[in-house]
């Protein structure tokens, strides 16, 4: 039996989808490309925005269209949060939310010898133990550590289809690491809905920084990245645990913005203020210089007046980050933003949307200008075909340079030489790594 997946989203998605591929694998399914011949297809679903809805309903018919005759698993946000329409969707045969995964393997055998079937339970209060064993042809990989969200937040419809903050043991986390490090892993990508909270919820005083710091002792060789971040966690403390790690971990920090005002922050729900979250990036930079900031900001949020964008785009200018993700606020049903007065028009969203990407472009290439000459550890991953190899640096900067396609998969310190926009180029120093 043959199986292909398809995921939509962000990082703990493409984990989730990961598990389930690692455990039809287990019962001894033969996973293919997406696109080629296969008895089962798994589309992992997104719901985020209204566009990740769209575009979920948009790849289960494309799939469906793919795959006439095979088994059509729909998991993952949407089948969670509406699934008795996603069940309703031409093709689709087994409807799994965000439980239940562990048994993907029964229940797809349940559905191919039942016919259509719709598996989803309410969230589990604890957290539910998943594992990938191996990257496939990649180098880096997702270990998802921390999941749902207690936060509310008055745009985010996440909490209800994630359910409550709830972390992974550190035994069971670092099992994994050592086994994707063994398997030829170099980059672990720490991850969770609100990875700050991680071990709130866990005996004793377990936190983020033990996660780190036992992840970098488990992989060996290889480095740990932190996935996004709420400004919260950016202590002293904190920050010293991972400076203290060297270049294991890598010098990159997403952390959540969502908008640069004060007013439109309170609105949101967001549990900060402009100050306290420049204090967080001064805080960063006082402890590791040159540090890559990055972050997601939302434009036309309910109100946001033409001044309180304004006050956004200059926060986002003053604060510098190395990369900015924009994009416009789309209404979620259930949440108290989508009942607020004053929406603003669509048209307006994706104006401002398109201002803040143009000034996080600006940046990008700034931030990237500012690492030429420097050398930098990365991870090279593809041939571009013309003799260069092109890989990530520790602060997420691509970087192309000359070598042998022996090298993808491998860390390699690279001297860099110039900026091309947002792209660095570079030579390989020798004897530069594993």
Known sequence: MKFAVHTLGCRVNQYDAESMAAALEDAGYERVEFGQPADVCIVATCVVTGESERKSRQMLRRAAAA?????LVAAGCLSQRQPIQTAGIEGVNLVVGNSDRRRIAELIEAARAGGRNAVVSLIDA?????????????????VKIQEGCDAHCSYCIIPSVRGPSRSRSLPD?????????????REIVLTGINLAAYGRDLE??????DAVEAAVCAIGEGRVRLGSLDPDILTGDFLRRVAALGDRVCPHFHISLQSGCDSTLRRMRRRYNTRQYAQGIARVRAVLPGAAITTDVIAGFPGETEAEFEATLAFIKEIAFSRIHAFPY?????TEAERMREQVPRRIRL???????EAGGLLARMYAASLAGQTLRVLFEEATGDGLLEGYSGEFVRVRAPGPPGLIGKLRIVKTTYTDGETLAGVVQAHSGK
């Open 204 to 209: 004793g005083t377990v936190g983020l920084a």
């Open 330 to 334: 789309s209404p979620r049903s259930g």
């Open 351 to 357: 104006e401002r949307t398109a201002r803040l990407n």
């Open 126 to 142: 604890g957290f539910e133990e998943l594992s990938v064993r191996h990257t496939g042809r990649h180098a880096r990989a997702n």
């Open 67 to 71: 795959y006439p005759g095979a088994v």
């Open 173 to 185: 986390m670092v099992n994994e690491c050592r086994t994707l490090a063994q398997a030829g892993c």
